[in-house]
């Protein structure tokens, strides 16, 4: 075990570095044995149960041996819309064990999680280092057979002999269908030398003064001023500061930050240096998701080749800037992309999100002024410079500047990416994706509004309307819309950290209504329980994910009370609808027949 | 530097960036709190401080107070109740039966907030206790994850946690290290079992010992102490 030694030394001992030697122990040995947690807990000066508790966040990192190949299955609204619970059935029987289990022979692990980023291409799944989407039973037994031949997931998803630092190694899993490109991402053939060169020649000053001018706001979600960021994160006082990118898209329904990695990291990168720039900041934090795994390698060459080229290092252009980039692999938890919660996972913690104040733009990684942004806001201030801020400024509309890009799914003709202004009508994006009898679009994700297209079409995206964070999920007439609640109320009781009262404990409650009225045993009394216990988890808890969790019940039953309704049971007699009686009684049978049973042996 | 706010129309002056469930107790408005002491770190957990600050429902614990801020204390109040009945649901509490009653936060603020008897479904929950160590054991099925152990806690000798969480979410719950445990002083584990709110954590072979009216918030309620200080 003198690997493990030489493993903690190369990451300097340092307890925030823990996640990246979880996942490296993991990668050579499947999962972190008991024995690893012992040496780790020892050489880092914490207890064993410490490791644990990190461990036990993140839904990637494993304590038990996950099965020789690791089947990671996307259960997400628009998997089920497309064949999920076939290709769940189908995999089961292919593999013998059915999901949360590995199968008798240690081959196969079979995994349940939520969105991967490939919703235009869904039911997809992980399995081991590669994703395989479209997927169907046939497609799956297919697979599985390969598997148990001895293949491996490399090569049966055609990647083997392909070098996974080349650019287009991405796109042989997974596909980034941009419908509609616009005048800000995607353009090709941009001079990054010469834009890092134009860059160190302004002062940081000038560069902030033309950000804020641009009237950029943040795009992943919250919709800050970006200018201002980074020149409170300029005026900040720190021994050192950070730049964050913001790379854990876990909104279910969004991929277009993948999207931008794949086709234009370097973007991202040169939005990043901008940022070290801005603030006086030395070095760069790039969170990649895990579910994006399959983007590093491309990642970490790209960097290696600014470096070489000083676009990134200790001395960048011979300007005595020094920026570095390295990129920190998530390990599975939607609450990561909370701006404190990343930071307390680049720390190599859970990834609990933090009291405010103090906000990361003052105290953020290790303690020092953090900036942290969105991937495409990052992207889209490259543009910025070279463009200049009333370029950006004419685009859009006056309050929501530039553009957009849409992650579109559901039901809908031409599913991808879409760039759009802000500005545009609801109705227009709807005719524009070819949507199908469209009844509801899911605006932000789970975590947005649910509207309906008959009563909001004319509402248009912007940040004071819908200030859309990039997923867009279309329903038709046809789809049960309270599933999808169901859905969406289930993702938010897993992806909890569980750190405040109404979000850990609230979110179980509305589960559980949602499922009442679902089985029919529900009253109006459910319905304001709902509503007050809702607003209570949206005003009390802690970060976003409680205050949003209740949404996709709150604003379906606002704006589809008659799915609801039609749903009720008749509030008479002298029990509750919600009380089963059955199940109230299956206790005493229960015990009756082992009386009866014990009588008659 | 000093600014001027109300609390619920009363007007108070106080140092910018004091805390504000701090400053409401020194102008006589008590509110409930689980988690937070006066004098240690901000935990944020249990959000039964929440009032509304110039119109927005937040956690009076994390709140530094600013000049002009209009604080509102009675509006949310059933928000707190409510977060009170929530953890009276999720864990497994009989009161009669455990050895902090009459000396128990969470059931002292339980009447503050007038609670009677709990909206939410009780989930009875089933959770294992941790009995191992020899001084120390964790009745968890009072656990309110308020996370004062975790990070309040430490072995003496190296610094490491002795309490820390083990998962996420609702099956979130609290472990103990039972070879740090061992090494804990009886001072020590005195001192975590009178730090945890609740009757979670406890010292064996000890209950019971105060007579019923004579225990902790029988003798002097919390509201009392603190607004009037520990010590009077
Ligand atoms: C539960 C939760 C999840 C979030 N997930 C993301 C995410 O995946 N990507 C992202 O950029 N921002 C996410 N955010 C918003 C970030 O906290 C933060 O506001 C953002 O990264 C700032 O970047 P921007 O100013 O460029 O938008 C999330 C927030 C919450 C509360
Ligand atoms: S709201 Fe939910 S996710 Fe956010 S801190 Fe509270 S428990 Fe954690
Ligand atoms: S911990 Fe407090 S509330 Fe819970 S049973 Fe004991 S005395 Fe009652
Ligand atoms: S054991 Fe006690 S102190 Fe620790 S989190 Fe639970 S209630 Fe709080």
Redesign the pocket.
Known sequence: MSGLQELMRRHGNDRARLIDMLLEIQREAGYVDDQAIQRLAEGLNLSPLEVRETISFYHFIHDRPPGRHTIWLADTVIARMNGYKEVRKALEEACGCVFGQVDASGSFGLFDTNCIGLSDQEPAMMVDDVVFTRLTPERVRRIVTGLRAGRSAQSLAAVKDRDPTDSDFAAQLASSAIRQRGPVFFSPDRDYPALVEKLVTLLPEELIARVVDSGLR???????P?GL?WRLGREAEGAEKYVIC?A????PGTFK?RVLLMESPEDVLLGMIMAGWALGARHGILYLRWEYGYLQARLQRLLEEWQQARLLGADILGQGFAFDIRIQKGAGA??C???TA?IESCEGKRGT?RVKPPYPIEEGYLGMPTC????E?LAAASRILEKGASWFRALGAPESTGTRLLSVSGDCDRPGIYEIEWGVSLNKVLRMVGAVDPLAVQVSGP?GECVSVARDGERVFCYSDLSCNGSLMIFDRKRDLLEVVEEFTRFFVDESCGICVPCRAGGVDLLHKIRLVRAGRATRRDLDDIRQWGALMHATSR???GTTAAKPLLTTLDRFPERYEALLAPDEGPLLPSFDREAALEAHRHAHRILTEDASS | MSVNITIDGLAVRADAGDTLVDVAADNGVYIPTLCYQRGRPCLGTCRVCSVRVNGNVMAACTVPVADGMEVEVNDPADMRKALVELLFAEGNHNCPSCEKSGRCELQVVGYEVGMMVSRFPYRFPLRDRETRPKKIWLENDRCIFCQRCVEFVRDRETGRRIFSIDHRGSRSRIVMDVALADRMSDQQVREAAELCPVGCILQKGLGYNDPIGRRRFEVRRLRQRVLEGEGQ
């Open positions: 943040g795009r992943g979600g919250a919709g800050f970006t960021k913001n854990d898209e876990g909104e930050d939607y609450v992309g909370d701006e990343l999100p942290v942004n969105n991937v806001t975590s970060c976003g994910l």
